[in-house]
């Protein structure tokens, strides 16, 4: 079946720079997507969300852009710190109550 | 708020043992769900449920049952353990009625099978 995926496993950033985070999905029908964040030991924690009728969605310090025409996700976080040490995955709905979650990409913000 | 809790923490069963894992939300949120997620894969739904005494299948149920006899507790409960259960499992609820919009993920459950 068609799943969600990440470009690339691994970020590191310089505290203070910006992050972006990518995503590709498959599934054309899919019509809602969420950033989650989830640190070492915990549940994963709702960052954004962006409905497919938007290309963009900003929040604090964050940012989700929507290409719908090549299907990527990204998540731009502004001056990164090291709080933000964590793993990143996208979700997207595939279809009613129908989430799929990509594998997540690991960012680590160096001091 | 406690939000969402888990229990146990981690967990670890032989071949064929049963077991019940626990989750408790006080948010009175009607949507709920239990997800497993494993190294190198994202999360993925097992079964799900949009109210009390209503349950659905997800991704992933076999060798999973579920049930909610109130709008609190989603008890996940594991009928013969394999090897292949072998994953972190966590539970999830939302006020909005379904996976969309904020969903808060209980701390996961940790189980090995051997």
């Known amino acids: 079946g068609e799943s969600v995926g990440l470009h690339l496993p691994t970020l590191s950033v310089q505290e203070g720079d910006n992050s972006i985070i990518n995503c590709a999905y498959s599934?054309?029908?899919?019509?809602?997507f969420i950033w989650y964040k989830q640190e070492s030991g915990k549940g994963p924690q709702f960052i954004i969300d962006i409905r497919s009728n938007m290309d963009k969605r900003q929040g604090q310090r964050v940012t989700v852009l929507l290409n719908k025409t090549v299907k990527h996700l990204s998540l731009q976080i502004a001056a990164t710190q090291p709080g933000d040490s964590a793993v990143y995955f996208c979700?997207?709905?595939?279809?009613?109550?129908?989430?799929?979650f990509g594998a997540g990409t690991r960012l680590t913000v160096k001091p | 708020n406690a939000g969402v809790t888990q229990t146990p923490k981690f967990q670890v069963l032989k071949t064929g043992q049963s077991m019940t894992l626990q989750c408790a939300q006080d948010?009175?949120?009607?949507?709920m769900s239990w997800y497993r997620q494993d190294p190198g894969m994202g999360l993925r739904l097992i079964h799900y449920?949009?109210?009390?005494?209503?349950?659905d299948q997800g991704e992933v149920p076999n060798g999973y049952n579920v049930s909610r006899s109130t709008t609190e507790d989603f008890p996940l409960r594991l009928l013969s353990a394999a090897p292949s259960q072998t994953s972190v499992y966590f539970c999830?609820?939302?006020?909005?009625?379904?996976?969309?919009?904020?969903?808060?993920f209980g701390p996961g459950t940790r189980l090995t099978v051997l």
């Open positions: 948010m009175n949120h009607e949507y």
């Open positions: 979700a997207e709905r595939v279809a009613n109550n129908d989430m799929r």
């Open positions: 449920s949009v109210g009390a005494g209503i349950t």
């Open positions: 599934n054309s029908a899919s019509d809602y």
């Open positions: 999830a609820s939302s006020y909005s009625g379904g996976p969309q919009g904020e969903q808060f």
